[in-house]
């Protein structure tokens, strides 16, 4: 078995997995980060790209809601080509409590989320879409984010400091002299090869899997699952943030990013952030509460449902899991089990990751008795060879035009590889450069497969340019069928709950090319065992 030494090996390639990764081998720290699939692969990938305020935790959680209005600010400096600055409403419905207006509004002065009152008249010049019965409208400094490219800035920049980053490697266990955590043994599922890490500390980053990991340990640790089920709709009908003003329920946010709307989320309890269903009633919800803000919002086609899995901590009885608290809990096992060389870091939002990790590497720091301070506060991220240039123009935020203008500038428009999300071959091949190991790995870098059609016009050429740049190293075309086949696998999970009207046709149109033209019943359906391509299953028929 291969052995690797190191100070701390962080577990889990999410936003605070990495966020750990970057502020550690910033301090100096020798730092291995380890991921099950892709960066983002959990629930940073699968969140509905909201850039908090904190307006929506003002009343129910003060002390999230100023995290996240602290942190907005500095996610701002520090990855703006990140974030799209869109500001948010919160808007008072016909089926809202006028009152609470105010409480709201008293709330926000308490907690330091920056707010204000706006006229319905300003309300419906800037988003004229809205709910006409709309009472009253308040503006905050919501925003939306690409997590996607945050995460891939985030592990550049890691990489950049000396960190070891290594995805699709899955922790087997955790390994524990007595009552000292000393490393871990991993399986690298591209090889299937063993590895042994030993290590001062682990660092234990895996938000929903959390408690799976440390019970490897013997160490307990209770997360309770929380499903969010979220819907894209085809196209921005708003572009600012909107929330309804109210104590936080199921359905009550919609936040516009990139090229679609997203609406959200429910809050559903599963027993296994591993498996979970996206029922019938709960797409049904979405689509009626979306109707609350925009009246003419179940005339957009909803192009894709999908579901993420809060990390939420219990250490007290709560009567659902909207009663559990959205800030982070740090878990400092030697202190609390008497297990040293493990933390665990739990809970917590996407705009807080860098708080989150920064209090988790202090108190990693002073046990390997590292002096240096944070300064992830300070350095701006870098930016990710396979997003777009700003071709001269002073780097700022996302701006919806902002891929076109690339595309023009460049005179590339013969080089489209996804029109939809007008993703270049330029792009494609440097997401594949810089380690992309499948169709979904790239999907998550560049946003191919993510439009209107999902894929339809853009699978088979991406799959072509993964099979041309790869089969060097290992890349067979049975290889490339099986990602060409687990890609189509993947996105049918999310169009499956919402096949009516426009988007039935558009699957219909998709089955046409991919099994009446390029007959993808009849390729091989192989579990992948090496040759470089991860999948997490084998894969199986498009039907």
Known sequence: MQTLETEVLVIGGGATGLGCALDLAMRGVRTILVEKGDLTHGTTGRYHGLLHSGGRYVTRDPQSA???????????????????DTSGFFVVTPWDDPAYGDVFVANCHKTGVPVQEISLAEMLRREPALHPGIARV?????????????????????RNYGADIRTYHLVVELVRVGDQVVGAVLEDLRSRERIRVTCACVLN??????????????????????KGTMLAMNHRMVNTVINRCKLPADGDILVPIHTVAVIGTTDVPVPDPD??????DEVQLMLDEGAKLVPRFKEYRALRAWAGVRPLYKDSDAASDRDLPRTYKLLDHEARDGVAGLVSIVGGKWTTY????EETVNLVARRLGKSRPCRTADEVLPVP??????HGAARGFYWLGKSLAAVEAEQAAGELICECELVTRDRVLAAIADGAKNLDDIRRAVRMGMGPCQGGWCIYRTAALLYEQ????????????????????????????VLWGDQLRQARLDELIYVGV???????RIAVQGGGLVTEHPAVATE
Do not use: Y
Not at 138 to 158: I, M, N, T, Y
Not at 385 to 390: K, V
């Open 66 to 84: 100023s995290e996240c209005a602290r942190e907005n600010a500095v996610l701002r400096r520090i990855m703006p080509h990140c974030l799209e």
């Open 138 to 158: 308040f503006e905050v400094p919501d925003g939306s984010a690409d997590s996607f490219l945050a995460a891939h800035s985030v592990a550049l920049a890691a």
């Open 205 to 226: 980053a895996s938000g929903a899997w959390a408690g799976k990991i440390a019970a490897t340990a013997g160490v307990r640790v209770t997360v309770v699952p929380g």
């Open 275 to 280: 498996v979970f269903a996206i029922e019938p």
């Open 354 to 357: 860098r708080l989150m990790a």
């Open 385 to 390: 060879r396979f997003e777009h240039r700003d």
């Open 470 to 497: 790869r089969q060097a190293t290992g890349l067979s075309h049975e290889h490339a069928n099986d990602a060409l086949l687990h890609f189509l696998q993947e996105r049918w999970k999310g169009l499956l709950p």
């Open 518 to 524: 390029l007959g993808a019943r009849g390729l091989d």
